[in-house]
């Protein structure tokens, strides 16, 4: 590309000192930027109105719609920002710790909540400290109507590896129905394991006997 002297113009808060070096058919330019510092970028991102600071432009506008929605109060930011922060890199960051069970598991974030603010308008706030954002669909990914506020007590029981039964018309998760059948959820996952019927399983009562032995069939 042709160079063209653009010394001493002004682009957004940078104006242009000096012309730096030639790389890969681009002309670099040395910048001062409003704020004090100095950047060194593209002419044609000049030109072409894609960079416009050294970069405290963006942190000031991310800063500004932070403090319009009361996101951050002298530098701490709120639970929500913090869980779509987390999200975020659940999903997008190769280096994050839990990126192989979301991001590589093709669990995606829909495009509207690349807003936090449209993250903060649909989920609104959490119920409480408890309560976590939850996927409704353990196979779909992070959008709004896949998605709540829910309790660790209540995600346990959408776990992908969660065991749902259907009794009496009616399917409910196995610690649920321990639960509303009055017994500890270790002994109906065990009669079910060793073969007793769902009915047996979760109308018999428990005995000396283990519940290993057979279910009576008379």
């Avoid at 408890?130 to 209540?154: L, M, V």
Wanted: net charge positive; charged share 30%.
């Amino acid at each position: 590309m042709r160079k063209i002297d653009i010394t001493g113009q002004r682009f957004g808060r940078l104006t242009i000192i000096a012309f730096s070096h030639t790389a890969d058919r681009r002309h670099y330019w040395l910048c001062l930027c409003d704020c004090g510092k100095e950047h060194l970028t593209r002419g044609d991102a000049l030109t072409e109105g894609r960079t416009k600071s050294c970069g405290c432009l963006s942190s000031e506008s991310t800063r500004k719609r932070m403090l319009t929605h009361g996101e951050a109060k002298r530098g701490n930011h709120t639970a929500e920002w913090r869980v779509w922060v987390a999200m975020k890199q659940r999903c997008d960051n190769p280096k994050h710790k839990q990126y192989r069970d979301y991001g590589e598991r093709g669990i995606t974030i829909c495009q509207r909540w690349a807003s936090y603010e449209n993250f903060l308008a649909d989920m609104g706030r959490k119920p409480s400290p408890r309560h976590t954002i939850e996927r409704i669909n353990n196979d779909s990914g992070y959008s709004p109507e896949n998605c709540r506020w829910a309790t660790r007590a209540e995600q346990q029981r959408n776990r992908r590896n969660n065991r749902l039964i259907t009794y009496d018309g009616q399917t409910l998760c196995l610690t649920d129905w321990a639960k509303r059948m009055g017994f500890r959820p270790h002994v109906v996952l065990k009669r079910l394991t060793i073969g007793w019927s769902v009915h047996d399983a979760l109308t018999r009562p428990l005995t000396r006997a283990r519940p290993s032995d057979q279910p009576n069939t008379t």
